[in-house]
């Protein structure tokens, strides 16, 4: 069943060298297999995801992936040191300020990767013994 499979997210690039400098310079990734059409990175707990050849662009108009982390503030600190730029809002409902939203219980920030796919960084709500949601 579904339920039981872990998922992996797939993000367009049209250069794929320039989105493999962007991934390892600004965010210190290194894949862990790659080829003339694909670039795969491991995160933790074996969740993964994979930049891939294309002819093709992304919207630029919606979340694709979000890393989620425990310390939004020092990640976006040590991501901007790197030379990351993040997007800011300030309309009704979503608002940033030092480049975090407030988004309920959550907090959230957002930046484009070399080839315009949009990443969020997401500090999820607190749970009992302070573990992340």
């Known amino acids: 069943m579904?339920?039981?499979a872990r998922a992996q997210?797939?993000?367009?690039?049209?250069?794929?060298?320039?989105?493999?400098?962007?991934?390892?310079?600004?965010?210190?990734?290194?894949p862990f297999e790659e080829d003339a059409d694909n670039t795969?990175?491991?995160?933790?707990?074996g969740t993964q995801f994979n930049v891939f050849r294309t002819g093709g662009a992304p919207s630029g108009t919606?979340?694709?992936?979000?890393?989620?982390?425990e310390d939004i503030v020092a990640e976006v600190?040590?991501?901007?040191?790197?030379?990351?730029?993040f997007e800011e809002?300030?309309?009704?409902?979503?608002?940033?300020?030092?480049?975090?939203?407030?988004?309920g219980d959550a907090r959230a920030a957002w930046f484009k990767d070399s080839e315009g796919n949009v990443l969020g960084i997401?500090?999820?709500?607190?749970?009992?013994?302070g573990r992340p949601a």
């Open 2 to 4: 579904l339920k039981n």
């Open 9 to 30: 997210a797939s993000l367009p690039a049209q250069d794929l060298g320039r989105a493999r400098a962007f991934y390892g310079e600004k965010l210190g990734l290194q």
């Open 122 to 129: 997401i500090q999820p709500a607190r749970v009992a013994a």
């Open 40 to 45: 795969r990175y491991q995160l933790r707990d």
């Open 89 to 103: 809002y300030d309309s009704p409902g979503l608002r940033t300020k030092d480049s975090i939203a407030e988004a």
């Open 62 to 69: 919606h979340t694709q992936m979000a890393f989620l982390v």
């Open 77 to 85: 600190q040590d991501l901007k040191s790197r030379g990351v730029k």
